[in-house]
T-cell receptor, first 114, second 115 residues
Framework: DGGITQSPKYLFRKEGQNVTLSCEQN?????MYWYRQDPGQGLRLIYY???????QKGDIAEGYSVSREKKESFPLTVTSAQKNPTAFYLC?????????????FGNGTRLTVT | AQSVTQLGSHVSVSEGALVLLRCNYS??????LFWYVQYPNQGLQLLLK??????LVKGINGFEAEFKKSETSFHLTKPSAHMSDAAEYFC?????????????FGQGTTLQVKP
């Protein structure tokens, strides 16, 4: 079955540590996205990539970094500079990255930093 | 800039009753609009989308939405609620001006279905 795999489902880290969230897709989609979800705030865009080796900042990129070395992979690193990293992180992809293409989502990673 | 407002963070209906979830958008260009559903601790699943053409859009699980340009609305409806419809629902507008595929989401509406 084609889809988006996010791992791990739950992640716990101590404050001050960097952590990398994995996102892999086998849909052969060109574009990939990272969103952060907090209760009552909807989803906010962190980074996105429309082609391999290129990515753009979203609305809340500070404290995060990404890479897009392969079409199927778009890992997100939450750095120690991110002030409030505890959240639910969702990875998504779309066929072309065009405005009419719906996003397909993974099942998310819940990150807790203490 | 584009934005989405979902009226009502929580909506409660009885099983078998009409479901109406409200969404209003702001966009300087003709919008592409989407509704997604999220079950607890899961990702989002596309219910339906409007791009061009017919303004009444049918989606999965018996849901439909009507695009009303004059009211800048895209409300989601279902004639008869099932217990399995209990979830969080998100309305979103696409970034057409940049054609990046980015979606701007509303804050979500939690639907409770009472037996």
């Amino acid at each position: 079955d084609g889809g988006i795999t996010q791992s791990p489902k739950y992640l716990f880290r101590k404050e001050g540590q960097n952590v990398t969230l994995s996102c892999e897709q086998n849909l052969n989609h060109d574009a990939m996205y990272w969103y952060r979800q907090d209760p009552g705030q909807g989803l906010r865009l962190i980074y996105y990539s429309q082609i391999v080796n290129d990515f753009q900042k979203g609305d809340i990129a500070e404290g995060y970094s990404v890479s897009r070395e392969k079409k199927e992979s778009f890992p997100l690193t939450v750095t120690s500079a991110q002030k409030n990293p505890t959240a639910f992180y969702l990875c998504a992809s779309s066929t072309t990255g065009g405005a009419s293409s719906p996003l397909h989502f993974g099942n998310g990673t819940r990150l807790t930093v203490t | 800039a584009q934005s989405v407002t979902q009226l009502g963070s929580h909506v409660s209906v009885s099983e078998g009753a009409l479901v109406l979830l409200r969404c209003n958008y702001s966009s300087s260009v003709p919008p592409y609009l989407f509704w997604y559903v999220q079950y607890p601790n899961q990702g989002l699943q596309l219910l339906l989308k409007y791009t061009t053409g017919a303004t009444l859009v049918k989606g999965i699980n018996g849901f439909e939405a009507e695009f009303k340009k004059s009211e800048t609305s895209f409300h989601l409806t279902k004639p008869s609620a099932h217990m399995s419809d209990a979830a969080e629902y998100f309305c979103a507008v696409s970034d057409r001006s940049g054609n990046t595929g980015k979606l701007i989401f509303g804050q979500g509406t939690t639907l409770q279905v009472k037996p």
